[in-house]
């Protein structure tokens, strides 16, 4: 028993000292690691530095390729830009460029680059017509150059007239340019049934409502104006309270496209109808419009020179309204030059009812310088003393027909024409009048 007792507390010393032996390995173990965590935790710390400095260098290579992609679509964008640029600069080099001759008028200019038209209006306003359907490369780059007031679409097919004057011209193109766009593109006219029509098919469209009436045209209806969505509004500027100045403006803060035609302004008759050519580009009918201009001139020429050596019939030209006489303007005096005749009272800077029963006996014919009279007693009820005036007792009395304010400016070889059969009817005997009348 003592022996096993022995044996057994020998076995449990031998285990204890086992256990303590490991646990100093133990001990031992754990402070030699102990020394290492420091080391261990300096070499993370680096690492994670590492990682993030390479997180950072990967976003900056990142950022980098974004800007080189972005610099890239840059340039290729530039690339694109750059190749329409040449092939509209292409386009331009080789299209012609000119001017579309003005011999008289003063108050417009045409000339053309390619396919597009520039035009000054009667306020210096320039215009830019383009075709339909150009390049809207080349378009911007016309507008970019030209900087315009306004740019219009041709050939036009809305337009809008002011005027019966302008509408008269854009008659005349129609008929003898043979183009029917134009008489239909004309969709309104600022007419408010003041006045009568001598050109048949305008007065049956506005009849038969082909043909907008947007009212007088110094107080228009501007909402059916814009209604009608004109490609252009034709216009006049002319001031005072019956004026257009504030039509103009309002169209302009409608954004309704205009430009202005101001041909009465024009010192000349031929400077008067060769607006026709302004007209006329907006149709793409300026080669058409050059040809019926010097169809005006060639006639206008042969007039003149039919009367040139003729002897000239002194001619009085007035008219009296509200009592007070109005002589001849310097237009009308050149008029009766041209038509071979002489103004009675060229020598005389002023001229009234006194001047004109002075010289009763030294006169040959009379224009009635307006309409509304129809017989020369119709005068003489203006003007009793009138009657001793030697036109007057011989019946050469004429007067203007209603036509002539609407149609004198389109047709100005016409008004001579009828003026020599009026001075000179034996050398030219009289046809059909259409802008005077002869007085019984």
Known sequence: MAQTQK???????AAILAALAGLAVAIATYQSLSGLLPSLESRLGDISSSIKSLSAEVEGLKAALQARESQLASLNRSLAELAREVRTLRQVAGSPAGVVEVRYARLFTITYEGSVYILT?????????????????????????????????????RAVYMSSTHVAMAYRLYKEADNAGVLKSIVGIMWGKEYDWYLPEVAEMLKNGSIADVGPAYSPNYE????????????????????????????EQLGIPYVVINEFQEGDPLGRAEWIKFIAAFYN?????????????????????????????????????????????????????????RYAYANYSRVDLEVVLKHKNDVDILVWSGYGVKTIDDIIKIEPRLKELRPVILGRVYAYS???????????????????????PEAAPPGNFTLFVKLK
């Open 7 to 13: 044996i057994l507390y020998t076995i449990l010393g």
């Open 285 to 341: 009918l300026t080669s058409a419009a050059v040809g019926i201009f010097n169809g005006i001139e060639n006639k206008w020429r042969g007039l003149v020179s039919l009367v040139a050596d003729l002897d000239r019939p002194r001619v009085a030209w007035f008219i009296i309204y509200g009592g007070v006489l109005y002589p001849a303007g310097a237009g009308a005096r050149e008029l009766i030059r041209l038509a071979g005749g």
């Open 224 to 251: 059916l104006i814009a209604k009608l969505k004109p490609d252009v509004v034709f216009v006049y500027f002319y001031p005072g309270p019956y004026g257009t100045e504030s039509v103009i403006k309002k169209l």
């Open 121 to 157: 209006d009667a306020m210096g306003r320039r215009i830019l017509l383009v075709p339909r359907g150009m390049a809207q490369d080349l378009a911007a780059y016309y507008t970019d150059k030209y900087k315009p007031a306004v740019v219009i679409k041709y050939p036009v097919e």
């Open 402 to 424: 209603p036509a002539f304010y609407q149609l004198s400016n389109a047709y100005p070889e016409k008004l001579l024409e009828e003026l020599v059969w009026i001075i000179h």
